[in-house]
C-alpha cells in the first residue's frame, strides 16, 4: 500500500476516534507513519488524562489497525 493510501486510511479511523475524545474536551492529531508505526498528538484532556495510554491502545490503536491491519503500533508523542 502507498504512503498516501496509508494516511488516509489512518486519518478515517482517527475521524471515527475523535468524537470520543473530543467529549471529554480532548483530540488526536496524526504527526507521522514511519516503518508501520504511527506517530500521534494527544490534545487537550487527553494529555493530562490517567488513562490516555489505556485510550491510546484500546482504543485509537485498535481502530487504526481495524482501517490498515498493517499497523504495528501508535505512539504517542509530546
Known amino acids: 500500500m502507498n504512503k498516501q493510501l496509508l494516511e488516509k486510511k489512518v486519518e478515517i479511523a482517527l475521524e471515527e476516534i475523535r468524537p470520543f475524545l473530543n467529549s471529554d474536551g480532548g ?3 496524526l504527526l507521522s507513519i514511519d516503518k508501520n508505526i504511527v506517530k500521534v498528538q494527544l490534545m487537550g484532556n487527553c494529555v493530562n488524562c490517567s488513562v490516555n495510554q489505556m485510550t491510546l491502545k484500546n482504543g485509537v490503536e485498535m481502530t487504526i489497525k ?3 491491519p498493517q499497523i504495528k503500533e ?3 508523542v509530546d
Do not use: E, L, T
Open 27 to 29: 483530540d488526536i492529531s
Open 66 to 68: 481495524k482501517h490498515a
Open 74 to 76: 501508535v505512539i504517542s
